[in-house]
């Protein structure tokens, strides 16, 4: 039987640093008015782990400090760029003018499932709705793509945070194949 050792502490910190790129991921997410200061949280921590460019938090989206948002994101408020802005449509605007591809992560009659984008170009902004209405219709006219993740069980949607999670990680692993096996060589 093979032996398995945990990593602990020092051990963890040590391989996310060696595999960590140069550079943060050319991914900016853009929160378009959550409602849940907790899924924020979890959000800015995923966009931690993932070693992401920032988060632009838009409308009604609650904005650090915050005891909701600290709760669920472990410390990483002050380690991820953020800013905030007013309206979501404008912040794409914005972002489109500076070379951005806007991506919305959305179910709707026109969007793709996210595992067939092809040739990506970088950097993304990725455009996460509020947990009951989704993102907001001028936003998905004004965005390049509208992706899904497809689903198979019974339910119509997952948790926006998890949503948020699933899709920055394909995006990382279909923008930058080579990180696939999350080891630098050494």
Known sequence: ????????GEEILA?????????????????DNLRSAYNIGSIFRTA???????IILCGITAVPPHPGIAKTA?????KVPWHYEPSTLEAIENLKKRGYTIISLE?????IPIQSLSELSFPIALVIGN?????????????H???????????ESLNVAVAAAVAIFLLINLGFPSRSTWQKEE
């Open 1 to 8: 039987m093979r032996r398995i050792k945990r990593l602990e």
């Open 15 to 31: 391989r996310w640093k060696r595999n960590r790129p140069d550079k943060r991921f050319p991914i900016l997410l853009v929160l």
């Open 48 to 54: 931690e782990c993932a070693y992401l460019e920032g």
């Open 74 to 78: 472990l410390g990483t408020m002050e």
């Open 107 to 111: 179910l709707t009659d026109k969007s």
């Open 131 to 143: 947990e009951v209405t989704g993102v907001d219709e001028k936003v998905l006219e004004n965005s």
């Open 145 to 155: 793509f509208v992706v899904e993740i497809p689903l198979f069980g019974e339910k």
